[in-house]
């Protein structure tokens, strides 16, 4: 059973266009994780987002997360073709009261143009 | 500092063969896990281990699969006998624990095993 489903799946845009990826689930998390993964590497974490409501910028990549935590969204302002990757949401569950057991989403694969 | 090392970064293997698969976690990190990733399933979660200890393999397969972590530095992700079903690519990751309020769980990824069941 996939809990989190991104949209849209494919994205193939040119450089400088804006875009957004959506993470969507009907479950709630207590943290959302946003990782990219280029071809033949494992995926890299780029943000964590830990309370409903809350945006973080990394440069051109704003992240939020949805008040209610089930969602977030990731939108890259002026998109460059080193964008290029699979971007993967992954939601955090506490599990046993310790560790945050990381659900991952569908992935969109972006492709940027020169 | 080294990453997270797997090996092998490639095999190819025949159906019925036993595969072992190999993860050196980041010193230090005291969680472990195993993932699957597909073009049609995604990244999948198969087991992970808190200090040496397996806590959740729900996502383990079936009895063909098997995962050991004999000490902190080094574990083993076994299909015997494997299948042509089974080709993936297969993820190892590390963490430390979370504590406090605010866990953030961050995964660091090794650069995968890609493995071809013929």
């Known amino acids: 059973t996939q809990l989190l489903e991104q949209s849209p799946q494919f994205l193939s845009i040119q450089e400088g266009e804006n875009l957004t990826v959506y993470c969507n689930s009907s479950s709630v998390f207590s943290s959302l994780q946003w990782y990219r993964q280029e071809p033949g590497e494992g995926p890299v974490l780029l943000v964590t987002?830990?309370?409903?409501?809350e945006v973080k910028k990394l440069k051109r990549l704003t992240f939020q997360f949805g008040d209610a935590r089930k969602d977030s969204s990731l939108h890259i302002t002026a998109a460059q073709p080193g964008d290029t990757g699979l971007y993967l949401c992954?939601?955090?569950?506490?599990?046993?009261?310790?560790?945050?057991?990381?659900?991952f989403g569908t992935g969109t694969l972006l492709a940027v143009q020169p | 500092d080294a990453g997270v090392i797997q090996s092998p970064r490639h095999e190819v293997t025949e159906m019925g063969q036993e595969v072992t698969l190999r993860c050196k976690p980041i010193?230090?990190?005291?969680?472990l896990f195993w993932y699957r990733q597909t073009m049609m399933r995604g990244l999948e979660l198969l087991i992970y281990?808190?200090?040496?200890?397996?806590?959740?393999d729900s996502g383990m397969p079936e009895d063909r699969f098997s995962a050991k972590m004999p000490n902190a530095s080094f574990s083993t992700l076994k299909i015997q006998p494997s299948e042509p079903r089974d080709s993936a690519v297969y993820f190892c990751?590390?963490?430390?624990?979370?504590?406090?309020?605010?866990?953030?769980?961050?995964?660091?990824f090794g650069e995968g095993s890609r493995l071809t069941v013929l």
């Open positions: 010193s230090g990190h005291d969680y």
């Open positions: 992954a939601g955090g569950r506490l599990y046993g009261g310790a560790t945050n057991k990381l659900i």
């Open positions: 987002v830990v309370t409903g409501g």
């Open positions: 281990f808190n200090n040496n200890v397996p806590i959740d």
């Open positions: 990751a590390s963490s430390w624990g979370t504590s406090g309020a605010g866990p953030t769980g961050e995964l660091f």
